[in-house]
């Protein structure tokens, strides 16, 4: 059985396959009949123990768009809160005869700890600061849709990069297709070792923003603190808050990016994040192809 975890472990080949096979799948979904009849035989659980707007929407079009059967599953409202484990509340889902499991958790490393335990395809929708692939592979097919190529492109990563699984899914999925990449944020949200993983460090936004050809800004993630990092959120805002007239005013194009839940006001003014320069919206529409692609290319397997 095979799982897609993370992208650490994928080939340049395997990503390229899924971005290929992702844009098959957009020209299906904006055809008059968007629906295919590939994964007619496949029941798909979205397992979700953390809150999503976009990738449970997401997975769940993806799935109806391949004619897959759906049942959505959220910790909240579930015997969970009865104290039911990880492992009993999977089983219980396959014994009904799923097949494959989409699954979002707080804690990095349940998808692994689940795939070693279980039958079934499992596909990460995020573990906690660890990793989240489809994000990252829907951000490189938005990076090429937009730019024609994701190789030789420069993508500075700004914002919460210690508590960001979109930040390590994008650094490992853009270096293997040759982008070349800068994280920049405040010293006390980037990890002490992102060195080892051969990216460009900046603490000033508009070194980033003069450096790059597209930016990926992240949210603060308050969830994820268990203390109160400086800067607050007005400091941020602030010192590395985005608008529209630092992009106006860059020498060249640039192609801004956000995974979402945009916090309006703190990363990004609303003026920037709904201007020309921006592509938020296309990510998300590209989410579903890459999602497709993805569970339509687990079930070949
Ligand atoms: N980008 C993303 O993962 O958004 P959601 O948390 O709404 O799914």
């Known amino acids: 059985v095979r799982h897609l975890l993370g ?48 990738t449970r929407l997401s997975f769940e079009l993806a799935e109806k768009r391949l004619s897959a059967d759906v049942v959505n599953f959220s910790a909240s409202g579930s015997s969970v809160k009865k104290g039911e484990t990880l492992l009993d509340t999977v089983n219980n889902i ?47 097919f938005s990076i090429q849709d937009k730019l024609g190529a994701v190789a030789g492109k420069r993508v500075a990563i700004i914002g919460d990069i210690l508590h960001s699984r979109v930040a390590l899914s994008n650094i490992f999925c853009l270096q293997k297709q040759g982008a070349e990449v800068m994280v920049c944020g405040p010293t006390t949200l980037i990890p002490k070792h992102i060195n080892e993983l051969g990216v460009k460090v900046s603490h000033n936004v508009r070194e980033a923003l003069n450096w ?16 109160k990092y400086f800067p607050s959120l007005r400091e941020y805002s602030l010192y590395y808050g985005i608008t529209k007239k630092m992009l106006d005013e860059l020498d ?6 956000h995974p979402g839940p945009i916090n309006r006001g703190v990363e990004l ?18 989410g579903v192809a890459v999602r497709m692609a993805v569970l339509y290319l687990l079930a070949q397997l």
């Open 7 to 54: 992208i650490k472990n994928l080939t340049e080949n395997d990503i390229q396959l899924i971005l290929e096979t992702a844009r098959e799948f957009k020209d299906v979904i904006n055809r008059p009949i968007k629906k295919v009849p590939s994964l007619r035989d496949i029941t798909i659980a979205n397992v979700f123990f953390e809150n999503s707007t976009r």
């Open 94 to 140: 396959l014994a009904m005869k799923v097949d494959m499991i989409v699954m979002r958790h707080a804690s990095p490393g349940a998808p692994h700890y689940l795939s070693d335990r279980i039958r079934a395809n499992v596909v990460n929708a995020g573990d906690g600061t660890h990793e989240h692939p489809t994000q990252a592979l829907l951000d490189s």
């Open 252 to 257: 060249r194009p640039i192609v801004l990016m």
């Open 212 to 227: 790059c050809d597209v930016a990926n800004v992240l949210r603060i993630q308050l969830e994820r603190q268990q203390i």
């Open 269 to 286: 003014t609303s003026d920037a994040a709904d201007s020309h320069h921006s592509i938020i919206l296309d990510q998300v529409e590209n």
